[in-house]
Structure formats: structure tokens, C-alpha cells
């Protein structure tokens, strides 16, 4: 299944397995920009993909939160940080937004 999955130049992890297998992470500070537009701040619990992940500017995740929904978000952080992820949402239409502490599942 290689070809359905490899979506990248075989080297992102996410894309390298199963890419409709959810990762676990958690928000962990939340900036409010302007009213309505905040920038989360978010790491995976697991170890080593907050090591071993890697994107490129441009892409963006299927960010669900469990028991209120799903939706997508581009990641807004640079590729080159590591020590976090980032996200930025603005208010509009009926997605929620999450607050420190949320636990979200993003594939
Ligand atoms: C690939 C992808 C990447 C996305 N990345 C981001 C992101 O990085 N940040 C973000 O805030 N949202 C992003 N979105 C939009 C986000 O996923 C939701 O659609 C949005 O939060 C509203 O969801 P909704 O279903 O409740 O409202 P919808 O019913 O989808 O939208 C309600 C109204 O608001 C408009 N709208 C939706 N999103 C925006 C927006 N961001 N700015 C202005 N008008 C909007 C719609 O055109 C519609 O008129 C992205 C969507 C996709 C498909």
C-alpha cells in the first residue's frame, strides 16, 4: 500500500505508515492575537514522533478533539522549531476552540 500512504519523498513520518492513524497531543499555551485569532501551541506525548516529525510550510492537519469535533488547521509554526507545533484559528463558523490542557488527536 505503499503508493496510497507515501504521500511525501518517503521521508515524513506521518506519511510513512498509516496516515489515517490519529497521534496524540496536547495544547500546551495559548496566544491570543487579535480578538478572535489565537495561535495554539502543541507537542505530541509521545516522544519520539516530537523528535522524528517533520513537515513542510504549507501542510496542514485533521485536528479532532475527542467528544466535540474535528476539523482542519494548517501548521503555522516552522518547520526548522522543534521544540513545539503551532496552529492558528480564527473564530468563525461552529468550531470550538480548544484551551490549555486539551488532549487532541491530529493526523
Ligand atoms: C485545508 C484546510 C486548512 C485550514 N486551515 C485553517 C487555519 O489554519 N486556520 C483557521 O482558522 N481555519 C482553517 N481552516 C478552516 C477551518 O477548518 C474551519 O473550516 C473553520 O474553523 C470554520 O469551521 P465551520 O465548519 O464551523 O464553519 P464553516 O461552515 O466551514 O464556515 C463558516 C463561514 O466562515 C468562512 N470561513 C471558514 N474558515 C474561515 C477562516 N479561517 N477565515 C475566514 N473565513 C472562514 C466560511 O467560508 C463560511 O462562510 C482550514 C480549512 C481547510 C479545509
Not at 478572535?36 to 504549507?58: A, I, P, Q, Y
Amino acid at each position: 500500500m505503499k503508493g496510497v500512504t507515501d504521500i511525501g519523498h518517503g521521508r515524513r513520518f506521518l506519511a510513512r505508515g498509516n496516515v489515517y492513524l490519529p497521534h496524540i497531543a496536547v495544547i500546551e499555551r495559548i496566544i491570543e492575537e487579535t480578538p478572535g485569532v489565537r495561535t495554539f501551541h502543541f507537542n505530541f506525548k509521545d516522544e519520539k514522533l516530537r523528535k522524528e516529525f517533520t513537515f513542510e510550510s504549507g501542510q496542514f492537519g485533521e485536528y479532532s478533539v475527542f467528544g466535540i469535533g474535528e476539523a482542519p488547521f494548517c501548521i503555522s509554526s516552522s518547520p526548522t522549531r522543534s521544540d513545539h507545533l503551532e496552529f492558528a484559528m480564527q473564530r468563525v463558523g461552529k468550531v470550538p476552540m480548544p484551551c490549555t490542557g486539551s488532549v487532541l488527536a491530529l493526523r
